[in-house]
């Protein structure tokens, strides 16, 4: 099994910044994909970034240029560095990890954008 743990959500004003960070636990073993997906109320579970243990990176077009993804093999952590944030950001953040075509999910933390 692995345990994804997020830490840094919260509240921001529209334009601030945050950074979430995902740590891997458990039988670790060898992850390949890390990344996040958000879910807004009402909304779908959409994929946000995600990053290849090799260090490739891909980002939802609402997100490039703002947002980047990166990760400490050696912590087994993952990272999103999220920057210019908006009110349609605001939903709740989750981590995911890929091993042995698995996928396991953290728990979830919200991001909330609003004046």
């Known amino acids: 099994q692995v345990q994804l743990v997020e830490s840094g959500g919260g509240l921001v004003q529209p334009g601030g910044s945050l950074r979430l960070s995902c740590a891997a636990s458990g039988t670790i073993g060898s992850i390949s994909s890390m990344g996040w997906y958000r879910q807004a109320p009402g909304s779908r579970r959409d994929l946000v970034a995600w990053i290849s243990s090799g260090g490739v990176v891909s980002y939802a077009d609402s997100v490039k240029g703002r947002f980047t993804i990166s990760r400490d093999n050696a912590e087994n952590t993952v990272y999103l560095q999220m920057n210019s944030l908006k009110p349609e950001d605001t939903a709740v953040y989750y981590c995911?990890?890929?091993?042995?075509?698995?996928?396991?999910w953290g728990q979830g933390t919200q991001v909330t954008v609003s004046s």
């Open positions: 995911y990890g890929v091993r042995e075509a698995k996928i396991y």
